[in-house]
C-alpha cells in the first residue's frame, strides 16, 4: 500500500474527519486467468489506490477516466524508479488534443509497466475504463481472461462510429478476436516497411528498391549485398520469420473452423500444411538459405547482434523503428540517444513497401494495429466512447498520422500529414507509408485464437534442426501446437 493509503486509513481509524478517507479492504490476489470486478478498495472520495513493486504512489478517483496503454514502446519511454512517469509520448500525440476537447473530462492515464501492470489494476479492482493494447496478441492474452472485454458494436453503431471508412485489415484483425463480436475500435498501425542502407546499395553499386518490389526482387538484392570486404560482412536481408507466417500477406489464418466461437482446447484444430501455407513459407526460406545472411535480427539494420553497425543491407521492419532511427526524441529514450546518433552514423535511411508477393500486387502485411477497448465494468462508458470516436475522427487520425504513426483513416489530409510534427523525418522519403493495402484476414468465424508457437517452423525447425519447409510444418501442425496447447491448459490458461 502506498504511503498516502496508510495515512488515508490511518486518518480514518483515528477519527480525522480531515482527512476524509475510508479504511481500504484487502483485495483479492487476482488469477490472470479469471475475471476481475470493478470491486471495493476504495474511499469514501471514492479513490482507489494502486500498489505496484515500485511502490509508487498511483490512485485513480471514480470521476476520472482512466486511460491504460500497453504494448506499444513509445509510452513507455521516459518512466524510471527516480519517479517519473512516462506520458511525454501520450500526451503530445493524444492527452493534450482529449483534454482541449474535451475540457469536462478528468483523464488520469498510466502505461505499462511504470508504476503499474495489468496485475496491480487487476487486484485494486479500479479496472481501466478505456485500453489502449495490441489487439492481434493482447485480447487473448491479457484482456479476455481479466474480463476486460464486451462486444462495443451497438455502443460504436449508437455513437455513430463508421467502421466501413477504417482500415479493413484492422478492423476485421479485431473482429477475428472477438469471438463473433466486436471488442476493440482500431486507432493506428505500426506498419512494416523494408528500411534500406543507402550507403550499403551506393557502395556497391545497386539501385535501391522501390515500392512494389516483389520478393522475387529483393532476393536478387539480398544475393548481391551478402558480400564480405576485409573484415567488413554485410547481410543483404532480415525480415522476423514469426511476424513473417503470424502476418502473411494472404491473410491465412492457422486455426481452422469448427462449430463454436469457443472450443475446448482439445476441439481448436490448426492447419500449417495447406498448399497456400507451403507457398507462404516457401518464399521466405530461400532468404534464410543465403550463406552468410544468416537470421538473427531485424534490429542488425541499425545495430542488433552485429559486431558492427550499419552492415545490414535490407531489413523488413516496424514504422515505430524508423522514428527510432531517424533519432526522434518521441521515440528514443532519453538514455540511448547518445548510442543511437553514433550508430545512425553508419546508415544512411531509406525506406519504402514491403515486398509483395507478385507482380503488380500491392498487398502488404496484415496490420499491426493499436487498437481502443472500453472494459465491461466501466461506469463512464459513455465518455470513454466520446473519447473513441473523436479519436478515429479525420482531426485526431491526422494528428497521429503527423507524430510518425500510420492512421487507420485513410483520407489526403490524414496521409500529407504524415510525420510533419517529427521534424527528424523530413529528409526521408515517406510515401511508401501509405503505400498498398493491408492483408485481411480470413476465415476466422467459429475459431478460437491461440497464442501458438510459430516460431518453431522456421527458428527451431529450419534454423536449428536443418529440416526442409514441408517437413518443419507439419511438425509444428501436428505436434507443436497441440502439445503446447494442452501444456497451457495444464498450466491454467486458455492461450
Known amino acids: 500500500m502506498s504511503r498516502r493509503g496508510l495515512l488515508r486509513n490511518g486518518a480514518l481509524i483515528g477519527g480525522l474527519a480531515a482527512f476524509g478517507g475510508a479504511l481500504q479492504t484487502s483485495p483479492a490476489a487476482a488469477s490472470s486467468t479469471s475475471a476481475i470486478p470493478r470491486a471495493a478498495a476504495q474511499s469514501a472520495a471514492g479513490v482507489v489506490d494502486i500498489p505496484n513493486k515500485y511502490n509508487v504512489p498511483f490512485s485513480v478517483a471514480d470521476d476520472e477516466l482512466f486511460v491504460f496503454a500497453a504494448n506499444f514502446k513509445p509510452f513507455e519511454l521516459g518512466g524510471n524508479d527516480d519517479g517519473r512517469e512516462a506520458h511525454r509520448y501520450f500526451d503530445a500525440v493524444f492527452g493534450d488534443a482529449i483534454r482541449a476537447k474535451f475540457p469536462n473530462i478528468k483523464l488520469k492515464y498510466a502505461t505499462w509497466d511504470y508504476p503499474i501492470r495489468y496485475e496491480d489494476i487487476a487486484k485494486a479492482g479500479r479496472v481501466p475504463d478505456l485500453i489502449l493494447e495490441d489487439p492481434r496478441l493482447r485480447i487473448d492474452r491479457d484482456l479476455e481472461p481479466l474480463g476486460w472485454t464486451q462486444d462495443i458494436t451497438s455502443l460504436v453503431q449508437g455513437a455513430g462510429i463508421d467502421l466501413t471508412k477504417l482500415n479493413v485489415g484492422s478492423v476485421e484483425q479485431i473482429k477475428s478476436r472477438s469471438d463473433g463480436g466486436l471488442y476493440g475500435v482500431p486507432l493506428w498501425i505500426d506498419e512494416s516497411l523494408l528500411f534500406y542502407n543507402k550507403l550499403i546499395f551506393d557502395k556497391f553499386g545497386v539501385r535501391y528498391p522501390t515500392s512494389g518490389s516483389t520478393y522475387d526482387d529483393i532476393y536478387k538484392l539480398a544475393q548481391k549485398l551478402t558480400q564480405q570486404v576485409g573484415i ?8 522476423h520469420p514469426d511476424n513473417y507466417l503470424a502476418m502473411n500477406q494472404l491473410g491465412l489464418y492457422p486455426f481452422v473452423p469448427g462449430s463454436s466461437e469457443q472450443p475446448a482446447p482439445e476441439d481448436v484444430k490448426v492447419n500449417l500444411t495447406s498448399a497456400e501455407w507451403k507457398s507462404v513459407a516457401n518464399n521466405l526460406h530461400r532468404f534464410l538459405m543465403i550463406p552468410r545472411n544468416n537470421f538473427t535480427t531485424v534490429d542488425d539494420f541499425f545495430k542488433g547482434d552485429m559486431s558492427f553497425p550499419g552492415h545490414l543491407a535490407m531489413a ?15 521515440y528514443v529514450e532519453e538514455d540511448d540517444a547518445a548510442q543511437f546518433a553514433e550508430w545512425a552514423k553508419s546508415v544512411k535511411i531509406g525506406v519504402t513497401s514491403m515486398p509483395v508477393l507478385s507482380r503488380g500486387s500491392n498487398t502488404i502485411y496484415q496490420p499491426d494495429t493499436r487498437a481502443a477497448f472500453i472494459p465491461p465494468q466501466s461506469k463512464l462508458q459513455s465518455q470513454a466512447l466520446d473519447v473513441v470516436k473523436y479519436l478515429v475522427s479525420e482531426e485526431m487520425q491526422t494528428r497521429i498520422s503527423s507524430y510518425g504513426m500510420k492512421g487507420v483513416l485513410k483520407t489526403d489530409a490524414v496521409v500529407n500529414a504524415f510525420g510533419t510534427a517529427i521534424p527528424e523525418l523530413a529528409a526521408i522519403d515517406t510515401s511508401a507509408v501509405y503505400w498498398g ?18 516460431y518453431k517452423v522456421f527458428r527451431q525447425h529450419v534454423l536449428k534442426d536443418g529440416m526442409d519447409v514441408d517437413s518443419s510444418l507439419l511438425v509444428t501442425e501436428t505436434q507443436d501446437i497441440p502439445d503446447y496447447i494442452k501444456a497451457q491448459v495444464a498450466r491454467g490458461l486458455t492461450w
Open 232 to 239: 567488413d560482412h554485410y547481410k543483404g536481408y532480415m525480415q
Open 316 to 330: 523488413v521492419n516496424n514504422l515505430s523503428k524508423l522514428n527510432a532511427y531517424a533519432l526522434s526524441s518521441y
Open 437 to 454: 493495402e493491408n492483408a485481411v484476414i480470413k476465415n476466422y468465424q467459429n475459431t478460437e485464437y491461440w497464442d501458438i508457437p510459430l
